[in-house]
C-alpha cells in the first residue's frame, strides 16, 4: 500500500512541476548562449589620462564664484578630446555641471555631451585621428586666440564624422524592465546609437563607468529568459511570486527523492515488445542520472528566492557631503605633495577634515585640503571610515581592511562594483563593501548570506566546474540542463501513453 501511494504521489507531482520545470529548464539551457552573445564593445574602462598643471588656467573657487555655486557634493576633472572641465556635483545622485578648466565657463548640457562622449569610446575606442597626448594638445589649443573649449567639446560630440552616430540619449535615475536592479549602478545615461542592431551603452558620468550594453539580439533573448526562467509575468503579485517559486522548487525536490526512492525499491520488468514498459524504463533509467541535479536546483534555486525576501537596502547607504565654494584648489602643489603624475582628484571628508582624494600613476594618496600634507595609507583608512559610518561600529573593533580588486565567492559579480574594501569586524558578524570613490556602500554580507551565495553559485550555475573556466561551466549547465528536459519530456510521455489507455 505504502508503495502504491509513493508512486501515486511521485505520478501526481511530476504532473504539477513537469511544466514550470520545463519552462526553467529551457531558460536555463538558454543562459550559457546569452553571456556569449553580448554586445561586442571596444573598452570597459578607460584608460587614466595624465593631468598637467598648466591645463588648470582658472582656478576652482574662481569658476565655482564665477557660476553662482555657493557648495557641491563632489568634484573632479574630466576631459572631452583635449578639453578639460571641472565635473561638480551640487548633491548626491543629482546630475554634475561641467566648468571649464581653461576659462571657466558653463558647458551648456554637459552631462549630456559628456555622457555621449563615454559611451562613444566605451564602444568604438579612442578614434585613431586623437592625440596620444591629450593634455599636451590640450594646453597648445587653450593658448590660442579665440579658442573656446565648449565650442569645442561640443563640436567633437555633435560633429563627430568618424564614428557611429547617437539616436538618443536619456538619464535614468530609476531601473526598468531593460536596465534591471540587478545592474545596481544609478544615476546613469543610456545612449542608443543608430546601427542596425540599435546597440545601446549605459554609462555613469560621475566615474566614467561602463554600467551595462544592451542591443536587439540580446534583448530578444532577455525577454524570453525574464518570461521563463524569473518569470516576469507575475511581477505585479509581489512577494507571492517568490511563494509560488519556492513552492515548485519544493515540490521538485520531493518529486525527485520520491523518485530515487522507487529507483531503488523496484526493478525494471522485462519489455517484451510493450512500449509503455519501454517508456517507463527508458525514464527510469534517465530520472536516476539526472535526479542528483534536479534535487541541486530546486534547493538552491528555493534558497535563492527565500532569501528576496529580505530587503536589499545598501542603497541607502552613503556619504553626503557639502564643500563650501571657497575651497582651494593648489594643483601645482598638489602634485608636488604627491611627487607622481596625477589622473584625477576628488574630495572627501573624514573626522572632520577635508582631504584631496588624489588618484596617481601607481596608486591612490590622501592630501590634507589645508596644508597639503599626506595622509599615510589614507585609501585604507577612508574605507574602513566608511564602514564604521554604516555599520556604526567603532573604529577600534575593525579587525581587518582588505582591497578587493576582483571579484571571488565572497564578493562577486552581482555586486557590480570595483575596486572596493572589505571591512570586518571581531565581534560583529556582518561585512562591509564600500566603494570609496563614490563614498557608498556596495554590499553588507553575513555567514547565512554567504552560504547561500555558495550554494546558488556552486549548485545553480556549476561553479564546480571553474577549475575549467566559463567554457566548460557552460557546457555543464548546458548539458545537465538538457538532461532536464530529457527526463521531463520522456515522463510526460509515459503519463501520456497510460492516460489514453
Not at 34 to 57: C, E, W
Request: with cysteine; aromatic share 12%.
Amino acid at each position: 500500500m505504502l508503495r502504491k501511494n509513493i508512486y501515486k504521489y511521485h505520478r501526481y507531482l511530476s504532473l504539477i512541476i513537469a511544466i514550470p520545470v520545463l519552462l526553467w529548464a529551457i531558460s536555463g539551457f538558454m543562459h550559457p548562449l546569452m553571456t556569449n552573445i553580448k554586445p561586442r564593445v571596444a573598452l570597459q574602462k578607460l584608460s587614466p589620462v595624465t593631468i598637467d598643471s598648466s591645463a588648470i588656467r582658472v582656478p576652482l573657487a574662481i569658476a565655482l564664484q564665477q557660476n553662482r555655486i555657493a557648495s557641491f557634493h563632489s568634484v573632479r576633472l574630466i576631459h572631452i578630446d583635449t578639453n578639460f572641465f571641472y565635473q561638480v556635483q551640487p548633491q548626491v545622485n543629482k546630475a554634475p555641471v561641467y566648468l571649464s578648466a581653461s576659462n571657466g565657463k558653463l558647458l551648456p548640457m554637459g552631462d549630456w555631451l559628456y555622457a555621449q562622449y563615454l559611451a562613444r569610446l566605451f564602444l568604438e575606442g579612442q578614434p585613431a585621428s586623437s592625440p596620444s597626448n591629450p593634455h599636451a594638445a590640450h594646453i597648445a589649443m587653450a593658448e590660442e586666440e579665440g579658442h573656446d573649449c565648449c565650442n569645442a567639446a561640443t563640436a567633437c560630440v555633435l560633429n563627430n564624422t568618424t564614428g557611429t552616430k547617437v539616436a538618443n540619449v536619456s538619464r535614468l535615475t530609476a531601473f526598468d524592465k531593460e536596465y534591471k536592479y540587478v545592474n545596481r549602478i544609478l544615476p546613469v545615461h543610456k545612449v542608443t546609437f543608430n546601427r542596425a542592431d540599435g546597440i545601446r551603452i549605459y554609462v555613469e558620468t560621475t566615474q566614467d563607468r561602463f554600467a551595462f550594453a544592451m542591443d536587439n539580439k540580446r534583448a530578444v533573448f532577455d525577454n524570453i529568459f525574464q518570461l521563463l526562467h524569473t518569470w516576469s509575468w507575475l511581477d505585479a503579485l509581489g512577494t507571492t511570486k517568490l511563494y509560488s517559486i519556492i513552492a515548485i522548487c519544493l515540490l521538485a525536490f520531493t518529486t525527485s527523492v520520491l523518485g530515487i526512492y522507487i529507483f531503488f525499491i523496484t526493478k525494471t520488468k522485462k519489455m517484451n515488445g510493450n512500449g509503455t514498459l519501454k517508456a517507463r524504463r527508458n525514464h527510469r533509467y534517465t530520472a536516476i542520472v539526472g535526479a542528483a541535479f534536479t534535487i541541486a536546483w530546486a534547493f538552491s534555486g528555493g534558497w535563492h528566492a527565500l532569501e528576496k525576501f529580505k530587503t536589499d537596502d545598501r542603497d541607502a547607504f552613503y556619504i553626503s557631503n557639502h564643500f563650501p565654494a571657497k575651497i582651494n584648489l593648489d594643483f601645482a602643489r598638489l602634485q608636488q605633495a604627491v611627487n607622481k603624475p596625477v589622473s584625477n582628484i576628488s574630495l572627501i571628508k573624514m573626522n572632520e577634515q577635508t582631504w584631496w582624494r588624489v588618484l596617481t600613476s601607481t596608486d591612490i594618496a590622501f592630501v590634507n585640503a589645508g596644508d597639503y600634507s599626506v595622509l599615510p595609507n589614507g585609501e585604507e583608512k577612508y574605507a574602513g571610515w566608511l564602514a564604521t559610518q554604516f555599520s556604526k561600529q567603532t573604529a577600534t573593533a575593525i579587525k581587518s581592511v582588505t582591497a578587493v580588486t576582483k571579484f571571488n565567492d565572497e564578493y562577486n559579480f552581482s555586486d557590480k562594483r570595483l575596486p572596493v574594501w572589505k571591512v570586518s569586524y571581531a565581534k560583529h558578524p556582518d561585512r562591509y563593501f564600500v566603494e570609496t570613490s563614490t563614498g557608498r556602500l556596495s554590499v553588507r554580507v553575513n555567514d547565512s548570506e554567504l552560504r547561500e551565495g555558495y550554494s546558488f553559485a556552486i549548485l545553480h550555475k556549476h561553479h564546480f566546474m571553474d577549475w575549467g573556466g566559463k567554457t566548460a561551466r557552460d557546457y555543464s549547465t548546458m548539458f545537465w540542463v538538457f538532461f532536464q528536459i530529457v527526463l521531463i519530456v520522456v515522463g510526460l510521455m509515459l503519463w501520456w501513453r497510460k492516460s489514453t489507455k
